[in-house]
């Protein structure tokens, strides 16, 4: 969505509309035409605001995620973008087009839905050929169009069967195929992948991936899961409560979440408040509520004395390392042994739960071992008394 | 209770459940097996005993131009009613469940309430109003009455089978190009046909059977064939009256058993099994 130079996109409820015309900005010029883009959008159900300030540009072939808790408002972007809500104030453009006033079936965009919505009583030809009928191409060339997308979704030869003949993990690919065959403007993913079971959601998840990548086709994706987020997309949009929280590549919202949400939603980090006690050069000595000193990198000189609340992901703890800057001591909890790695739950004092998530050699530290959590200075994210990341 | 007989009271249980379905299911239908049996009976009076087999009572039935002349009109009214309250009901339904809009609550209530008042009370309720403007008892006011009748019945199969639809299933054809129209002919009717056809059989049989409203609203002169069978009544209980309501009873009967049948084998054909 924009070069490694000029991430850390920090939108904040306040200023997400800004920040994302940023983004549109620095989108344009490299690329031109961005597939689709949000310019200040708000929705409102009744008095309810389902999304607010909602700017955005995506780029021509990118897969975009829109991550967030239920209720975030994600599925009512998702579905503004198919034109089956109405936007309340703002535009909506589709390759360059504003599409605000274009009914739904004239917006040439693909839409994948939960519970797949192939049409029961139509055979996997007939779903898959029912954009292409209406877009008036002929007989033969639907023949062989429905054909290559029934190919390209490894379902080749299944033209005759009902959707009811189908496994679920079938079905949705049948849908796919039906989304992408007359080769959409932009592919709307509505979490596709939440219906089906765990062994089969991985698989769907790689092959969705690599089709999109295949075709090119612009990809937006809705879901409440970070692990298919992070493994899926091209940049992550995380969104709470109607607003944007970060906008960036999965990488930057992994690590470095810009606000308390976002690190709280991707992987659970572990939030230590406590305030600087001293600046010793580009490190800041903290005191943790918990009653330890810690020694963390700090992006800018801090007051002494700031609140500030130190986030450490899980997998950046380890327990009992030798040499590590930080040695926070402590007993076990809980563990969850998960074969070649375990999760401890370790109380560490005035009530303070840390998760640490180590590579284990063996069998796991059992419950009610004293331990030492340690980490390192960096790789600590800094967040202020709002929230915020300090950059 | 004794544990070692663990079987005979259940046996005893499941006799006397026997025992009482039956005489349910006699009480029930005695009367139908009676009408029908004695339609065959050769006897110049409408009762029992048997005297003997005969089709006399058809043929004379097939000669009898008031009976004839009921059928016709009560065909007729049937099939209207039955193809325009459908037709509402769709409309009605559609409405109802795919739409929000203030006073949908009301709306959806009143709609069922003509089911739940008593029959006589529509009826003289009917006549009254069209005194009040003024206009004779005709054949399109009865239609009309019929109409009113059937269509609660109508609007709740719909609406039920609607609420059973996935609005995805519209979202995603629309979605792929098609315009709302045709949406509703290739996706949403279809899959409401089941329901559709109900309306149809139920609402034909209703106006068909329909005798206590059909009273207060037919136009002088005109039978239906459940009013032809009470004027006939009123002379005395005929054979022919016995051939006439084993007719009724091939038909309302019939077509709703033949609709489910078609349906079945319908949903069975497409599921390709």
Same mark, same amino acid.
């Given at each position: ?21 940023q983004?549109? %900005?620095?989108?344009?010029q490299?690329?031109g ?24 540009a995506?780029?021509? #072939? ?29 535009q ?9 006033d ?11 839905? !939960?519970n ?5 009583? &139509? ?8 954009g ?23 379902l ?6 009902l ?7 079938? %079905? ?5 195929a ?10 709307l ?20 991936? &690599?089709? !999109? ?32 929280? !970060?906008?960036?590549?999965?990488a !930057?919202?992994?690590? %470095? ?11 659970k980090?572990?939030?230590?408040? #406590? ?6 050069? &580009?490190?800041?000595?903290i ?44 007993r ?37 071992e ?21 950059a | ?16 459940? *026997? ?13 139908i ?13 409408? *009762? ?33 009613? =039955? ?20 006073? $949908? ?25 069209? $005194? +009040? ?12 009455g ?8 109508v ?9 059973g @639809? $996935? ?9 792929? *190009? ?8 290739? @996706?949403t ?8 056809? =109900? ?6 049989? @209703? ?5 206590? +409203?059909?009273?207060f609203?037919?136009?002088? /002169? ?8 009470l ?13 006439? /309501? ?12 033949a *609709? ?9 054909? $497409?599921? /390709?099994?």
């Amino acid at each position: 969505m924009h070069d490694d130079n000029s991430h850390d996109q920090q939108p904040r409820p306040a200023s997400a509309g800004a920040a994302g015309d940023q983004l549109a %900005q620095s989108e344009r010029q490299p690329t031109g035409m961005p597939a689709v883009e949000f310019r200040d959008i708000d929705i409102f159900y009744g008095k309810f605001a389902a999304v607010r300030d909602f700017s955005l540009a995506i780029r021509k #072939g990118s897969f975009v995620t829109l991550l967030g808790p239920s209720g975030c408002g994600k599925t009512t972007i998702l579905r503004s973008i198919a034109g089956l809500v109405d936007i309340s104030s703002g535009q909506i453009s589709i390759g360059g087009k504003r599409v605000d006033d274009i009914p739904i079936y004239k917006r040439n965009i693909g839409l994948v839905f !939960q519970n797949y919505a192939l049409f029961p009583h &139509k055979n996997v030809f007939d779903n898959v050929a029912f954009g292409l009928k209406y877009r008036n191409v002929p007989k033969p060339e639907i023949v062989r169009r429905v054909k290559k997308a029934l190919d390209m979704v490894r379902l080749p030869g299944s033209e005759t069967k009902l959707p009811s003949q189908l496994s679920g993990g079938q %079905q949705q690919r049948i849908a796919l195929a039906r989304a992408i065959v007359f080769e959409p403007e932009v592919l709307l993913l509505d979490e596709p992948l939440s219906a089906l079971d765990a062994n089969m959601r991985e698989d769907m998840r790689v092959e969705i991936k &690599k089709i !999109q990548r295949e075709t090119g086709i612009t990809a937006i994706f809705v879901t409440h899961d970070q692990e298919e987020a992070l493994s899926m997309s091209d940049h992550i949009v995380v969104m709470n409560a109607g607003l944007i929280e !970060q906008i960036g590549s999965p990488a !930057q919202v992994y690590d %470095q979440p810009a606000t308390a949400f976002v690190a709280n939603f991707l992987g659970k980090a572990n939030m230590l408040p #406590g305030s600087v006690t001293v600046m010793d050069g &580009k490190m800041a000595m903290i005191a943790l509520a918990s009653g330890h000193v810690v020694k963390v990198a700090a992006p800018k000189a801090l007051a002494t004395g700031s609140a500030v609340t130190v986030v450490v992901r899980p997998q950046k703890l380890t327990v009992g390392t030798a040499g590590a800057a930080n040695r926070l001591a402590g007993r076990i909890v809980s563990t969850s042994y998960l074969g070649g790695n375990a999760v401890y739950e370790i109380d560490i004092g005035a009530g303070t739960l840390v998760r640490a998530n180590t590579l284990i050699d063996g069998q796991p530290l059992r419950e009610g071992e004293a331990v030492d959590v340690c980490f390192g200075p960096l790789g600590c994210v800094l967040l202020d008394a709002q929230g915020l990341r300090i950059a | 209770m004794r544990a070692d007989h663990p079987d005979r009271e259940g046996r005893w249980a499941w006799r006397l459940t *026997g025992a009482i379905t039956l005489c349910v299911y006699v009480f029930m239908f005695a009367p139908i097996i009676a009408t029908v049996v004695l339609s065959f009976n050769a006897s110049m009076f409408g *009762g029992f005993p048997l005297t003997g087999f005969s089709l006399r009572w058809y043929e004379k039935l097939l000669t009898n131009e008031p009976v004839l002349d009921a059928f016709r009109t009560s065909m007729w009214i049937a099939l209207v009613t =039955a193809t325009v309250t459908t037709l509402l009901g769709i409309m009605a339904a559609l409405a109802l469940v795919r739409f929000e809009f203030r006073g $949908k609550q009301a709306i959806n209530t009143l709609v069922i309430l003509p089911a739940l008042v008593p029959e006589t009370i529509l009826g003289v309720g009917l006549l009254v109003m069209i $005194k +009040a403007v003024d206009q004779p008892r005709s054949m399109a006011l009865l239609v009309l009455g019929h109409i009113l009748l059937t269509l609660p019945y109508v609007v709740l199969i719909v609406q039920a089978r609607m609420v059973g @639809i $996935k609005r995805s299933y519209e979202e995603a054809a629309l979605s792929l *190009g098609a315009p709302r129209v045709s949406t509703f002919r290739e @996706i949403t009717l279809p899959l409401l046909i089941p329901a559709v056809l =109900a309306s149809i059989l139920l609402a034909f049989t @209703i106006s068909f059977d329909n005798t206590s +409203a059909s009273l207060f609203w037919r136009p002088a /002169g005109v039978e239906t064939m459940p009013t032809q069978i009470l004027s006939m009544l009123k002379i005395s209980i005929s054979p022919e009256v016995n051939a006439l /309501g084993t007719v009724m009873i091939l038909l309302t009967v019939g077509i709703p058993l033949a *609709g489910g049948l078609i349906l079945q084998s319908l949903t069975w054909f $497409k599921a /390709g099994k």
